[in-house]
């Protein structure tokens, strides 16, 4: 599913684009990220439990998130 939001962003944002980086405090770690203009969003795990988060009673956390920060 993370991968998925990935995608709908990367799709829907002309400046968006998938990056790899390696993390700033483990040398030969990667991590997979979305990046558009200053922003970039870590993509890995990014869904796990989304639909029992506590605040996400309307089952629309994910759309929120991406109008917070993609749109």
Do not use: T
């Not at 991968?3 to 002309?14: K, L, P, Q, S």
């Not at 390696?22 to 922003?39: C, Q, S």
């Not at 795990?45 to 109008?67: A, D, G, I, T």
């Amino acid at each position: 599913m993370s991968v998925y939001f990935g995608e709908v962003v990367v799709r829907n944002n002309d400046n968006a684009k998938w990056v790899v980086e390696e993390y700033a405090f483990v040398e030969g770690k990667y991590e997979l990220m979305v990046n558009k203009g200053l922003l970039s969003m870590s993509i890995d795990n990014k869904c796990n439990n989304w639909f029992n988060e506590p605040c996400n009673k309307k089952h629309n956390l994910l759309f929120r998130q991406y109008n917070r920060y993609f749109k």
